[in-house]
């Protein structure tokens, strides 16, 4: 049956103050993508043990989306084409048989992508982790802090100026107070 | 602010962390089998070694995997981390 | 307070680094005075000839400037514009244009109004980390840049050099051009990081230094922009390399407190850095060479000087005796001072000088500048552990051993710092011999520390008080140490010195709060229908970091008359409460329903595909942690529901498990709090609702009985209703995905309209699941107490071999019949609403509370006024409860002594016939 309820996501009270952002900073979020949570024995083989990134701290890109690196058995497989149902049964499908898992998790957090020269410095005053393009690049990525937030950061491109931040749905308000007041600085 | 090295993340912050107590304290294979006293040392009694110390540790807002980590009580020094199931070196 | 305006500067041409071009104007204690950008205030001050700045706290006694830059001492004030800022040191802060300064007697002031200057903060990853950019840190910097690593350098002054004055001679160059030679080569390096204006204040464990930078003081109003005032740099480095150099150190006399008596480098760098000539005769006390760069210099800049040095040969060096200008007395001391007799302020007139031959004489002078010789700044070596040892050459502590990570190089390390003869005082009346100047504590201090069996630095320094000032003792922490070995008559190398602690320097609490302030001092977690009960005019409490929907008043009700309204409805209505707080965990894998029955009391292997099933979690030790329901959506997958409050803590309490005793276990947890937006409706009329909304289900008790689960679907999206009550009333729990969570609640409202369908919130909530006795873990629970003592018996299974907790129920303390249990209460005057964490004692027949000690049956856990009942009731844990149901007790409410009859739990349909409508 063809959807027929409207979506909403919790940053939509802030698209003025993201366009609003001075130059040298740019906050868009990217509301409903399809993520699941896909958990796997350490040592999973074959095709789809392949396509996962086996580093800590990594993501790859998909067809139709991208995998990050969550822990050594877990991984968020996100995708900008499926249905979060779709994606959650395609998952479930190959992790049964391995005796893992994957759950729809497509509303826990939301993705923001933060772009800009002034992105890396704005981040590194809320973030402990080393930022610098020649540690933190693109196929990078870490859960933790920040500001006082938990969340995932992926790094994009060579030049340590893109990231993509996921952030549970709960505290998203907050990280785009923290990021709007944070941009005060380059006005 | 301490670093401290998550068998997986690498080096983060103290405050990514829990602490989770002595380590290698298996829980009973037999509770019922064991009389109130060694019960209530399972349950409540932990070392207090000044020195090196093993404790459990979570990195609670990185990877959320638990692990071991052998620590100097006296300068609070991580002499080493390792995983679930492994033995301290 | 006596400070004044003397006609005749004492700026001299051809020194300093100001721009004498422009003129800023400020006012000290309602005093116009001007100075030039690159002024301190200390500067400006003096070059107006301001020398008295306030009185100390203790004595009263005048205080002026004592050095030039964060070691003074003395010279506090008190900024009175652009921001009330209280106990600043003049030789630290810059001066810009319209300034009002006053001096401090003793105290400062706080500002009355917000601050709306903006704080914040800069995490930095280096390979090595300069501290101090003088000739040894910015040849440390530029090494390491050289060898491509990532550097910070940092330093405290408005401009790099440290202790150069610009007349010197380094590499064949001038040191100016050497320091700007070496700063522009490093801002060729795109991973350098130069500061000025930082002042590194704590070093902390693997290479952790936080610094604070002041970035917008010093700027005209106009141009600090949106710039935060002042930041703090968290530096993480492989490797710290402190070249802080060192801290001239006085030499301790009879009123040697009076304002124009001042560290001798600080004189000459008041006169090189600033073009002021801090006195005109000056008397230069010293026992060591390098305090005749001072003389030359003030000489050379027109001043008398009269050198009394210590040592008997006088200088060592060949080059520093003829000074032009200059007198030497060699083997001579000062031993007191003299008031300056004109102005009447305290401030210096003479010194009293004792010679070789033991005569006294008076020399005239308008500043004494002293130098006993000088201290390593170790502070950022030592604040890693870093053990310093006593030099006798230097007469001060330096580092001794190495510290990984740590290279102290320079100054610092106490290098290039040339020996003397080690003075620490000299003699004379104790009292009147100042070792901490701001603290106003003597010799005499000292003497009565050791006098008194105070046997370590340490508790002399908490006994005199000295080096506890804004200046931590930075020139009389080592003089301190010398004079208590003295009088100890023992050797300083044993004694020892105190150790330096962060912060090296006063930061402000809004520095280390950043923008950690108002809105962003905690984060606020917000459900998806936030901005719906907004609309609403819901008024919200903190559940954690939640923000809940407590209750919706409409015009003119308040909470008690709102929350009333709401039970009512609920009770004889529909009403529908955001729910979505609650913590839900998906539990996954062939091991799942083998983990639950370990995790909870209750069997929930045995529960059906469809079915739902309330349970308890305990800890190892058997008193409950959690509680809540467990769906089962498949043979291999769960949706545990935990507390709002409970569900990190839970989540990591069942991975703790997982992970680190049942690795074996194939089993998977992810939380899933935010994905599923919950929407209980509740009440008599909630069928029909329900029935209306999702037209393609049975909504029938037959079909869809208490205590299942059914998937169906809505405008497309798939939808779960649950049977579950927290209010004993008919309930279906809406859960869907969190994006359709609006569209959802309003589907839910327009067609709960023609039944009045009342959003209810927290406060209804507990007042429902109250009159049911349901408790809420940890309001009613404080981790001593079992699902025994809560009436849950039936929630503990005796099926299972073992669960975490079972072993605990059986120890004898936990099987005691006097425990706490729940009960309920009702106030037998039927209006009185027990305050919650009321005490419970026995009841008193002529109505008084007995002698104490009176003994303790427990105390109100929870209490309402119910609608149902119309009357307030409560939920008490009291000491054999169960047993007691019937008796009356008393409840101590301020004066009063409040009976209440001790009733079951469950107050409203203990049958239980309400809930399947």
């Not at chain 3, 080690?422 to 004379?428: D, Q, S, T």
């Not at chain 3, 105190?498 to 459900?527: N, Q």
Request: hydrophobic share 40%.
């Amino acid at each position: 049956m063809a959807r027929t309820l409207q979506r909403s996501h919790p940053l939509q009270s802030y698209e003025s103050a993201f366009a609003a952002l001075p130059e040298g900073i740019s906050v868009k979020a990217e509301p409903y993508l399809s993520m699941t949570d896909l958990r796997l024995p350490e040592d999973v083989d074959g095709p789809l043990g392949k396509a996962l990134p086996r580093e800590p701290g990594g993501w790859v890109s998909t067809a139709d989306g991208l995998i990050v690196w969550l822990g050594p058995d877990e991984w968020l497989v996100l995708s900008g084409s499926r249905g979060p149902g779709e994606l959650e049964a395609d998952l479930r499908d190959l992790a049964r048989p391995n005796q893992g898992s994957a759950v729809d998790v497509s509303a826990q957090r939301i993705s923001l992508r933060v772009r800009g020269r002034h992105a890396r410095d704005l981040l590194s005053g809320g973030c402990s982790i080393d930022l610098h393009p020649s540690v933190f690049q693109n196929g990078r990525s870490a859960q933790t802090t920040l500001g006082l937030t938990g969340v995932v950061l992926l790094a994009l491109g060579a030049d340590g100026d893109d990231f993509r931040i996921l952030v549970r749905s709960s505290f998203a308000g907050y990280l785009a107070e923290w990021l709007v007041d944070a941009a005060t600085e380059y006005r | 602010m301490q670093l401290i090295h998550c068998p997986w993340c690498g080096p983060r912050e103290e405050v990514e962390f829990h602490y989770g107590g002595q380590a290698h304290i298996a829980y009973p294979e037999y509770p019922s089998a064991l009389s109130d006293e060694s019960w209530a040392h399972y349950v409540f009694f932990r070392d207090n070694t000044k020195g090196e110390f093993a404790e459990r540790w979570s990195h609670s807002s990185g990877c959320r995997r638990w692990f071991n980590a052998v620590r100097d009580t006296r300068t609070y020094t991580f002499l080493k981390t390792y995983k679930i199931g492994e033995v301290a070196q | 307070m006596s400070s004044e305006r003397v006609d005749g500067s004492s700026r001299v041409d051809g020194y300093g680094r100001l721009d004498r071009s422009r003129t800023l104007r400020f006012t000290f204690d309602g005093q116009p005075y001007t100075g030039h950008p690159g002024d301190t205030i200390a500067s400006a001050l003096l070059a107006n000839g301001v020398v008295v700045l306030g009185s100390s706290v203790k004595l009263g006694r005048s205080r002026g400037i004592s050095a030039s830059w964060t070691e003074d001492a003395t010279g506090l004030i008190q900024i009175e514009e652009p921001f009330p800022e209280p106990m600043l040191l003049a030789s630290a802060v810059e001066l810009v244009d319209g300034m009002v300064v006053r001096g401090l007697n003793g105290q400062g002031r706080l500002a009355e109004v917000p601050d709306a200057a903006r704080y914040d903060r800069r995490h930095h990853h280096v390979d090595t980390l300069v501290v101090g950019a003088g000739p040894a840190g910015l040849r440390a910097a530029l090494a390491a840049a050289r060898r491509g690593e990532r550097v910070a350098l940092i330093d405290d002054r408005p401009e790099a050099g440290g202790s150069l004055t610009g007349s010197e001679t380094i590499d064949g160059r001038s040191s100016r051009h050497f320091v700007a030679s070496v700063l522009a080569d490093l801002a060729e390096y795109p991973d350098v990081l130069h500061l000025q204006r930082t002042t590194a204040f704590g070093h902390y464990d693997d290479g952790f230094v936080l610094a604070l930078e002041r970035r917008t003081d010093h700027l005209p109003a106009t141009e600090a922009g949106n710039r935060s005032r002042q930041r703090v740099h968290r530096i993480r480095a492989q490797r710290v390399v402190v070249a802080t150099g060192a801290h001239e150190r006085p030499i301790v006399f009879a009123d040697n407190d009076r304002p124009g008596i001042m560290l001798a480098a600080s004189a000459r760098d008041f006169l090189h850095r600033y073009g002021v000539l801090v006195g005109r005769e000056v008397v230069l006390f010293t026992s060591h060479d390098g305090a005749y760069d001072t003389a030359r210099d003030l000489a050379a800049a027109g001043a008398s000087v009269t050198v009394v040095e210590a040592r008997p040969q006088g200088p060592a060096l060949e080059g520093v005796r003829a000074i032009p200008g200059a007198r030497v007395i060699p083997g001579a001391r000062v031993i007191s001072t003299l008031a300056d007799q004109e102005h009447q302020d305290g401030r210096i007139g003479a010194a009293v000088v004792i010679d070789a031959e033991g005569h006294e004489f008076f020399v005239n002078c308008d500043a004494l500048l002293l130098s006993g010789g000088w201290n390593p700044t170790a502070h950022l070596f030592s604040h890693v552990r870093g053990a310093l040892a006593y030099d006798s050459q230097l007469g001060a502590f330096k580092p001794a051993q190495s510290v990984p990570g740590t290279e102290v190089v320079g100054a610092a390390a106490g290098e290039g710092i040339q020996p003397g003869l080690v003075i620490w005082r000299v003699p004379g009346p104790r009292e009147r011999q100042f070792v901490d100047v701001q603290r106003d504590s003597t010799v005499a201090d000292i003497a009565r520390a050791v006098g008194a069996g105070l046997r370590s630095v340490e508790h002399v320094k908490r006994y005199t008080t000295i080096g506890t000032a804004h200046d931590q003792g930075k020139t009389s922490g080592m003089i301190a140490a010398g004079i208590t070995a003295e009088l100890m008559n023992r050797p300083i190398e044993e004694l020892g010195t105190t150790t330096f602690r962060p912060p090296y320097v006063p930061v402000a609490f809004a520095a280390l709060a950043g923008r950690e302030r108002g809105e962003l001092f905690d984060p606020a977690r917000k459900t998806a229908l936030h901005e719906w009960h907004v609309k609403a005019g819901a008024v919200f409490e903190d559940v954690g970091q939640w923000k809940r929907a407590r209750h919706y008043p409409k015009p003119g009700e308040d909470m008690e008359a709102a929350v009333l309204r709401e039970c009512a409805a609920v009770r004889t209505g529909v009403g529908i409460l955001d729910g979505s707080t609650l913590g839900k965990i998906d539990v996954q894998g062939p091991d799942a329903p083998a983990l639950l029955d370990l995790m909870y009391t209750n069997m929930m292997s045995s529960l059906k595909v469809g079915s739902v099933r309330y349970g308890v979690m305990c800890g190892v030790d058997g008193m409950v942690i959690d509680d809540g329901t467990v769906v089962r959506l498949a043979e291999d997958r769960y949706m545990v529901i935990t507390t709002t409050g409970g569900a990190a803590k839970i989540l990591d309490w069942m991975e703790e498990w997982v992970q680190t005793e049942w690795p074996h276990l194939k089993v998977k947890l992810a939380s899933v709090t935010e994905q599923w937006a919950v929407f209980p409706v509740v009440g008599p009329r909630s069928r029909e609702v329900i029935g209306e909304v999702f037209g393609d289900l049975d909504v029938s008790n037959e079909a869809f009985g208490f205590m299942t689960w059914r998937d169906t679907e809505l405008g497309g999206v798939p939808v779960r209703l649950a049977r579950i009550s927290f209010s004993g009333e008919l309930a279906y729990e809406v859960n869907v995905n969190a994006w359709y969570a609006e569209a959802v609640w309003l589907k839910l409202l327009e067609a709960g309209a023609k039944h009045n369908i009342t959003p209810y919130g927290t406060e209804t909530m507990h007042v429902l699941r109250a009159e049911k006795g349901y408790p809420i873990i940890g309001q009613d629970t404080d981790g001593t107490v079992t699902p025994q003592d809560l009436g849950m018996g039936w929630a503990v299974s005796k099926k299972k071999p073992d669960f975490v907790g079972k072993r605990s129920f059986a120890r004898a303390e936990n099987q005691n019949p006097l425990r706490k249990q729940l009960v309920g209460l009702l106030p037998t005057d039927e209006s009185t609403k027990l305050p919650e964490g009321s005490q419970i004692v026995e009841f008193a027949a002529d109505g008084v509370l007995p002698a104490p000690p009176v003994p303790m049956l427990g105390h109100v856990t929870s209490s309402y006024r119910s609608a149902a009942l119309g009357r307030p009731f409560a939920l008490a844990l009291l000491k054999g409860g169960r047993e007691r149901i019937g008796d009356v007790v008393h409840v101590p409410v301020g004066e009063q002594l409040v009976a209440a009859q001790i009733t079951s739990a469950v107050l409203v349909d203990p049958e239980g016939a309400r809930r399947d409508g």
